[in-house]
């Protein structure tokens, strides 16, 4: 009983604490109001509600304050504090001995943590229903599953904190979604940040660590085949894919993948000579490549998806138009047009 009494008192001031966030039924994070959390970083939230037991406690990552859900609320709220004690304690405590604040045996939060990025971010699966980012995806009818994937800032200069490099060097404000890249050992590696409006600068990328840059390896099965697409999105639809993030698709010789396990997507771009030179040099490697059907419009995998596609349909189609070697030429030559 006492713990919903704490939780339901965390719901009455939850909407005074800012950046207040359900984590887990039994743990919530928000901007520490002892400390002020971070006096520069508008975005920190270190508090967090946590529980032992049947009792809820606070604890701030930022000033290390430790204490009792109801010394929190006392602080916060003595009104609504004295209501919470009579709630709480009434039935419990005689009332003429003094009520004794449970023994603090203080516990790490236990909160997902995947990695660095879960600390700073919001990851968007955890976001509400009606949250831009979460609207960008379902406009470009990302899976839902794939959502845990992905992430969210508030403000893009604040990226900063991922890498001392990049200190100072994005003067704009805006909230990205936030396209993490890993190595084949799951070490996040850099990430990438799409514009969630028609910001000219589409992507913004950041290296962590000085490696390729290719997205989806975290969750790559390496015995099975490969799907290799050149924009992160595209990857999400396809089983087993990876992304290398533009049409640098040279960075697959220095992966330590099955090339004839691979099949290489690049773009339907047609009329576009850097496209038709590096579909040129893919085939001259040997590699499966998909050279989309001539009447085919949609430019890319989400393109077709959004035209109506599932994202089966889409595989066999992909699967269908694979070839290698001098097939390979003989459609590349019949498909472009440059
Ligand atoms: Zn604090």
Redesign the pocket.
């Known amino acids: 009983m006492s713990l919903y009494i704490d939780l339901k008192y965390i719901n009455y001031i939850s909407s005074r604490l800012p950046l207040f966030k359900r984590k887990s039924d039994y743990l919530f994070n928000f901007r ?1 109001t ?2 002020g ?1 971070s006096s520069n970083k508008k975005n920190k939230a ?2 967090y509600f946590y529980r032992v037991k049947n009792d809820m406690f606070m604890k ?1 990552h ?2 290390s ?1 430790s204490i009792h859900f109801g010394t929190f609320l006392k602080q916060t709220d003595q009104m609504l504090y004295s209501q919470y004690a009579l709630e709480r304690y009434a039935n419990v405590t005689p009332v003429n001995k003094p009520h004794k604040e449970p023994q603090l045996t203080f516990k790490e939060p236990v909160f997902e943590k995947k990695n660095l990025l879960d600390e700073l971010l919001d990851r968007v699966d955890t976001l509400p229903e009606d949250h831009p980012a979460i609207q960008f995806c379902n406009k470009r009818m990302i899976p839902k599953g794939k959502l845990s994937n992905l992430y969210y800032i508030d403000n893009i200069a604040d990226i900063e904190q991922l890498s001392e490099k990049m200190k100072g060097r994005i003067k704009s404000k805006e909230p990205r979604l936030v396209l993490p890249f890993y190595d084949d050992k799951k070490q996040l590696t850099g990430v990438t940040c799409r514009a969630l409006d028609n910001n000219p600068l589409r992507y913004i990328t950041v290296k962590i660590k000085d490696e390729l840059l290719v997205f989806g390896q975290d969750v790559l099965n390496p015995k099975d085949h490969i799907y290799v697409t050149e924009g992160p999105i595209d990857s999400l639809f396809i089983p087993n894919a990876i992304a290398v993030s533009g049409t640098g698709f040279n960075k697959l010789e220095l992966l330590p993948y099955d090339r004839t396990k691979m099949t290489i997507i690049v773009d339907n771009q047609p009329r576009n000579k850097e496209v038709c030179k590096v579909i040129e040099n893919i085939i001259e490697k040997n590699y499966n490549v998909v050279i989309w059907p001539q009447t085919q419009k949609e430019k890319d995998i989400n393109d077709l998806i959004l035209a109506g596609k599932s994202p089966s349909s889409v595989k066999s189609i992909i699967d269908k138009n694979t070839f290698q070697g001098l097939q390979a030429r003989a459609n590349f030559f019949a498909w472009k047009r440059c």
């Open positions: 520490c002892i400390c959390d270190r508090g701030c930022n000033c304050v």
